[in-house]
């Protein structure tokens, strides 16, 4: 059973950094496309980026890219999340997910049904 918890969520002013973290069980993130998607209270879900474990290479929404940084370690089957000079519009839960067909590293999120149950990151200004 997949099972994947997301970690660090918190309560910044805007400017600030955080770090989450997504740990998996019962699927390996080695060769696999993991990545992250938000959805603020009321809106669409909306891909915030992933990563190719095979090579790591990153891919990233246009609106984090270059505030946010997408990073992972086999060994621990952990994938992290790093958040820099957040804005308020970053408000919103996030959630990760592990998926073989790499639709997730293209930015295809609706596709997925196993993410995890989310963590929330709220930015105040």
């Known amino acids: 059973q997949v099972q994947l918890v997301e970690l660090g969520g918190h309560s910044v002013q805007a400017g600030g950094s955080l770090r989450l973290s997504c740990v998996g069980s019962?699927?390996?993130?080695?060769?696999?496309?993991v990545g992250w998607s938000r959805q603020a209270l009321g809106k669409e879900r909306e891909w915030v980026g992933a990563i190719y474990t095979g090579d790591d290479i990153p891919y990233y929404g246009d609106s984090v890219k270059g505030r946010f940084t997408i990073s992972q370690d086999n060994a621990k089957n952990t994938m992290y999340l790093q958040m820099n000079n957040l804005k308020p519009e970053d408000t919103a839960m996030y959630y990760c997910a592990a998926d073989w067909s790499r639709r997730l590293c293209a930015g295809k999120v609706l596709h997925l049904e196993d993410w995890g149950q989310g963590t929330q990151v709220t930015v105040s200004s």
């Open positions: 019962g699927v390996t993130f080695t060769n696999n496309c």
